[in-house]
């Protein structure tokens, strides 16, 4: 074989592959936003895949141990953040004001998730105290909730009723009307 038809098989080994890789790509776009339509608010809560909530154990902020548990008999809004979180900062807001009108009939845990160097516990206490929110904040400095619950996106929220079973989760950010479709389900 001279140099010439090596060099024409070459060319087309890589256009083939090109165009293998295009396919792949569209498939795998087109899959992963109708996957993800949710962010878009087509199906902004989505069901769960478990059947009672996993308990777990995280701190407040004097550093006080709080279990999921010690909250069982009542709705829990669970919801797990970051300080430097653009999405989770977005959210914030909309967690503050549905608080302060449902803090008696649900248990709000924010839990920042804390790895010690990109978010610590002072930025977390720090950044809720400067914007004036008023929930209870809790720490998840060993991750033992985030393991528990696979969150692997922040921020994510599960809505869990009093019987302790997760009704409902949301990954993404969430504005108020979709935290009130959530509290109405373990609610009522």
Not at 25 to 40: I, M, P, W
Not at 46 to 66: H, I, L, W
Not at 116 to 144: I, N, S
Not at 147 to 159: L, N
Request: charged share 20%; net charge negative; glycine share 6%.
């Amino acid at each position: 074989m001279n140099n010439k038809t090596k060099t024409i098989i070459g060319i087309m080994a890589f256009i083939t592959f090109l165009v293998i890789a295009s396919l792949g790509y569209s498939y795998l776009s087109s899959s992963f936003k109708t996957n993800n339509s949710s962010e878009n608010n087509e199906n902004p809560v989505q069901e769960s895949s478990y059947d009672s909530a996993p308990d777990f154990t995280v701190v407040d902020e004097t550093g006080n141990p709080v279990k999921l548990s010690d909250f069982s008999g009542k709705p829990i809004v669970l919801n797990f953040w970051a300080s430097w979180c653009p999405p989770c900062k977005s959210e914030m807001p909309h967690f503050n004001s549905v608080y302060g009108d449902n803090k008696d009939a649900v248990v709000f845990l924010m839990l920042d998730l804390v790895d010690g160097q990109r978010e610590t516990t002072e930025k977390g206490l720090a950044y809720v105290k400067d914007q004036g929110f008023d929930f209870p904040v809790y720490f998840d400095t060993e991750q033992e909730a985030a393991r528990a619950y696979a969150v692997t996106s922040i921020p994510t929220t599960f809505f869990i009723d009093a019987n302790g079973n997760i009704i409902t989760s949301y990954r993404g950010a969430i504005d108020e009307a979709t935290l009130m479709e959530g509290i109405a389900l373990i609610t009522n």
